[in-house]
């Protein structure tokens, strides 16, 4: 194994340890990094044999070190102050904006924030998130940038708007003033979900601003010195897209885009799942792929040109790291950078091309430019993938018997999706089975959309119309493309649902692809007239095989994480402003009470159900669903289930008995008529049969339904008792003061039992809202904890009021928000409380 691998795994494990709790002081870790290289040095000099040992301890702590000086950024105290307050901000562009349907975000350096009289400015980096207004297209027209000074037709002044460009015109090195909230970014709000606050914090970025109205233009055209290379790329990136934008209709320039910039923030949610499921997602990700072809044009043109090996590797690593930088240097095109650069020099000067060396070469140059790398899905699917197709391609090629370049087609995706299939458990929950097919299939054609994309690419920067042909063609390209991922994507089974697996899961995984690798690569054996030679290596090839059909077997049908046996467990999912709660039942019975969904208010293209809901319920390994509950029919109750449908397997469906034909609400019954699920329609005193030991009842709506009330949706709610031993938990969907009041005047006249009502555990009505305080109904459920689900809203919730009247009953207030998701689990005779967050546990 080249020692090149082996110090950069060291250095590796190094970075990796400053996040898993090894404490060692920075002064302590470069001590005995210099102490160990002091060691290698003598150990060399003497010429013993601990000189290797010496020297991966050396970059061992190395890595600890540089890594704990390059920890993610934190939030200057000074700053504090200024969170959830809308602040003043001004400062320079850092990098290009991205524009999504609905909003653009871009990050500012070296801010100065005011609220009122109050300011700072200091060294860090802020990020600007401004939705569009619904119904107006920002990326090609209004809403605008507006230059210092400059006004909107229509407005009160009535001057005619000067100089306005379009958002996505901002570059590096533009000062802009911004007004708006000033917050932390979020952080991961259910177990397993990505935490954008720590990703935002490893590129520097502290805080999150909503902006109120577009960015004003202070100062542009003038960058310093730090900006101008960077300001140069993203003209350039700009002038292709418009390019490939004037050629070509939406579908196919997104694509195009995707697949030649890296562009993915103009993908649609359903290509993205179409992507995934096809396991083709990593050509959005620029790669080897393209910048192969890249390197192969400046070698070209270096052999027209007669160059000698110095200038020819200049051009080379001109042209390889010119379009890295076009693209913003992702970890896949940094790392096929550095290993077409190594792999370039060793051809030039004629020395040993070793791939394993320069795939190691270029994960420690990453490392050392940025130690936060190691924690990023993107660097390590891309080195996985390609460490899989260096070490497993070739050996698989033994075992194939096709003829030569036949055989390459098959190993190397094959090959690749072997190194990916634990990472793409672990962040995505999915395993495609039809990658194999859809990358033998594909690959070829999106070569060709590259290679007639990058050639249209380098005429757009001299003039647009060159690159007209080339955009065309690469466009008609991306239709078969498209069209076949479509076909493949609705293969029933062609992508399993897999729970996420271990830290250990994984490291045994890639233990036993290595094992399998060296021993069909180093597995020589040779049969002789009278034995069979076998190298010892050539003994594991059948062991590691079967260990690997075992863990492959575990992925998928390994126990599924849920709660211990004998115990209910009820998860309050954060799904933002809506609802979700996922019961799980002592026998095995699985119940889902909403999705969350969009609100009406809000302009996110986000979908709870499919970014939230699915990905936890694959997490805990849930695949079959025996009950889905939509409480009442509103958007940010029902939106997200549809979702759930498409992707989980349902048994029955239960809804309140109202009438809401709304598109939303339709599309609903047609799902579940296309899935042949039934639904039934429940009221007060129906019961839900999902556990014998677990009693669970309709309390509301009533037989004659709530009318002329504020909101007859919000009253008629379905209202659940769920009960196990002496535990009980009441869900009490959106029902508001009359709801409330219908619930109570069953008890007094009669209808309903009083001993119905009392839970531990009560489900905030309406997500705290005013109206949904009552007295007599608090007195009546008596409960110890009340748990509001609850996101950014413009309505308040929870009110004051409501935290205040809860607090006055003694209860304990839980919200989704602050806390994430909040599970209980109980055995009947006590409440056991988990939050979202890890390390608040308690026990009541």
Same mark, same amino acid.
């Given at each position: 194994m080249p020692p090149l691998v082996l110090i950069t795994f060291a250095f590796g494990v190094g970075a990796a340890l400053t996040h898993a709790g090894v404490f060692i002081t920075t002064a302590g870790g470069l001590a005995a990094a210099f102490i160990f290289l002091a060691g290698a040095i003598f150990s060399y000099w003497r010429g013993r044999r601990e000189t290797p040992l010496f020297l991966l301890l050396c970059f061992g702590f190395g890595g600890y070190t540089w890594a704990a000086l390059h920890q993610a950024a934190v939030l200057p105290p000074e700053l504090e102050p200024f969170l959830t307050h809308y602040v003043k901000i001004q400062g320079t562009i850092a990098g290009r904006p991205v524009i999504y349907a609905n909003r653009a975000v871009f990050t500012v350096k070296d801010p100065s924030v005011a609220l009122g009289r109050e300011a700072w400015r200091g060294p860090a980096k802020v990020q600007i998130v401004y939705y569009f207004p619904v119904g107006r297209d920002a990326v090609n027209g209004p809403p605008e940038v507006l230059q210092e000074g400059g006004g909107r037709e229509g407005d009160e002044s009535g001057k005619r708007e000067k100089g306005a460009v379009g958002i996505k015109k901002l570059l590096p090195g533009d000062r802009v003033m911004v007004q708006g909230r000033f917050d932390l970014p979020p952080k991961a709000g259910n177990p397993g979900d990505f935490d954008y606050r720590d990703y935002l914090a490893r590129r520097g970025i502290v805080a999150q601003i909503k902006a109120r109205s577009p960015p004003v233009v202070l100062e542009s055209g003038r960058p310093g010195a730090r900006d101008l290379l960077p300001r140069l790329f993203a003209a350039a990136r700009l002038r292709v897209a418009r390019g490939i934008d004037r050629f070509l209709p939406q579908d196919q320039a997104s694509f195009l885009k995707g697949i030649l910039l890296g562009a993915k923030e103009e993908i649609t949610p359903e290509d993205r799942d179409v992507y995934r499921r096809t396991g083709v997602m990593h050509l959005f990700a620029v790669s080897g792929l393209h910048l192969g072809f890249v390197l192969f044009f400046f070698l070209s043109l270096a052999g027209l040109l007669r160059s000698g090996r110095g200038f020819t590797f200049f051009l080379a690593a001109a042209g390889l790291l010119s379009y890295a930088a076009l693209i913003g240097f992702p970890p896949s095109a940094a790392r096929a950078s550095v290993m077409g650069l190594a792999g370039t020099a060793a051809y030039l000067w004629h020395r040993r091309k070793d791939l394993l060396a320069s795939l190691a070469l270029a994960?420690?140059?990453?490392?050392?430019?940025?130690?936060?790398?190691?924690?990023?899905?993107?660097?390590?699917?891309? #080195?996985?993938?390609?460490?899989?197709?260096?070490?497993?391609?070739?050996?698989?090629?033994?075992?194939?018997?096709?003829?030569?370049?036949?055989?390459?087609?098959?190993?190397?995706?094959?090959?690749?999706?072997?190194?990916?299939?634990?990472?793409?458990?672990?962040?995505?929950?999915?395993?495609?089975?039809?990658?194999?097919?859809?990358?033998?299939?594909?690959?070829?054609?999106?070569?060709?959309?590259?290679?007639?994309?990058?050639?249209?690419?380098?005429?757009?920067?001299?003039?647009?119309?060159?690159?007209?042909?080339? =955009?065309?063609?690469?466009?008609?390209?991306?239709?078969?493309?498209?069209?076949?991922?479509?076909? %493949?994507?609705r293969v029933p089974g062609g992508t399993l649902a897999a729970p996420a697996p271990s830290w250990l899961f994984v490291a045994a995984w890639f233990a036993l692809l290595t094992l399998f690798g060296w021993s069909t690569r180093s597995g020589i054996e040779v049969s002789f007239p009278h034995f069979r030679f076998r190298a010892p290596a050539r003994r594991w090839l059948l062991p590691s095989l079967l260990g690997l059909i075992l863990a492959a077997f575990c992925l998928y049908w390994g126990p599924a994480l849920g709660g211990a046996p004998g115990l209910l467990r009820v998860t309050f999912l954060n799904v933002g402003q809506g609802d979700c709660i996922l019961v799980e039942t002592p026998g095995g019975g699985k119940m889902l009470v909403d999705g969350g969904g969009k609100p009406a208010f809000s302009s996110s293209s986000f979908d709870p159900g499919r970014e939230v809901v699915v990905p936890y319920l694959a997490r805990r390994g849930i695949r079959r669903l025996d009950l889905a509950v939509n409480s009442h029919p509103h958007e940010d109750h029902l939106g997200g289930l549809l979702?759930? =449908?498409?992707?989980?397997?349902?048994?029955?469906?239960?809804?309140?008995?109202?009438?809401?034909?709304?598109? $939303?609400?339709?599309?609903?019954?047609?799902? $579940?008529?296309?899935?042949?699920?039934?639904?039934?329609?429940?009221?007060?005193?129906?019961?839900?049969?999902?556990?014998?030991?677990?009693?669970?009842?309709?309390?509301?709506?009533?037989?004659?339904?709530?009318?002329?009330?504020?909101?007859?949706?919000?009253?008629?709610?379905?209202?659940?008792?769920?009960?196990?031993?002496?535990?009980?938990? %009441?869900?009490?969907?959106?029902?508001?003061?009359?709801?409330?009041?219908?619930?109570?005047?069953?008890?007094?006249?009669?209808?309903?039992?009083?001993?119905?009502?009392?839970?531990?555990?009560?489900?905030?009505?309406?997500?705290?809202?005013?109206?949904?305080?009552?007295?007599? #109904?608090?007195?009546?459920?008596?409960?110890?904890?009340?748990?509001?689900?609850?996101?950014?809203?413009? =309505?308040?919730?929870?009110?004051?009021?409501?935290?205040? =009247?809860?607090?006055?009953?003694?209860?304990?207030?839980?919200?989704?928000?602050?806390?994430?998701?909040?599970?209980?689990?109980?055995?009947?005779?006590?409440? #056991?409380?988990?939050?979202?967050?890890?390390?608040?546990?308690?026990?009541?």
């Open positions: 994960a420690f140059v990453m490392l050392v430019f940025n130690p936060g790398a190691l924690f990023e899905p993107g660097f390590q699917l891309s #080195f996985a993938a390609a460490w899989g197709i260096i070490y497993l391609a070739g050996p698989l090629g033994l075992y194939l018997p096709l003829p030569r370049g036949w055989k390459e087609v098959v190993t190397v995706p094959l090959a690749a999706q072997l190194a990916l299939l634990p990472l793409l458990a672990l962040y995505f929950q999915q395993v495609p089975f039809l990658s194999l097919i859809a990358n033998i299939l594909v690959v070829p054609v999106a070569g060709l959309v590259v290679n007639l994309g990058l050639a249209g690419m380098i005429l757009a920067l001299l003039h647009q119309g060159l690159a007209g042909p080339f =955009f065309i063609a690469a466009g008609a390209l991306t239709l078969p493309v498209q069209g076949m991922l479509d076909l %493949l994507a979702a759930v =449908f498409e992707n989980v397997k349902v048994k029955e469906a239960v809804a309140p008995p109202v009438a809401h034909p709304t598109p $939303l609400w339709l599309k609903f019954e047609a799902l $579940l008529e296309e899935k042949g699920i039934p639904l039934h329609r429940v009221r007060a005193g129906a019961a839900l049969r999902l556990d014998p030991e677990v009693e669970m009842r309709v309390l509301h709506p009533p037989l004659r339904l709530l009318t002329g009330t504020r909101s007859d949706l919000n009253n008629n709610s379905l209202v659940l008792h769920i009960r196990y031993g002496k535990i009980a938990f %009441l869900l009490a969907g959106d029902i508001e003061k009359e709801g409330m009041a219908a619930l109570v005047a069953g008890v007094q006249e009669g209808g309903q039992t009083r001993e119905l009502f009392p839970a531990a555990v009560l489900k905030a009505p309406h997500h705290g809202s005013t109206a949904g305080i009552d007295l007599e #109904f608090a007195r009546l459920v008596r409960p110890q904890v009340v748990v509001i689900s609850v996101g950014p809203n413009p =309505f308040g919730h929870p009110s004051p009021e409501f935290l205040k =009247f809860w607090q006055e009953q003694k209860a304990t207030v839980l919200r989704t928000d602050s806390r994430g998701a909040i599970t209980f689990e109980t055995d009947g005779k006590e409440l #056991f409380l988990k939050t979202g967050y890890p390390g608040h546990v308690f026990r009541r």
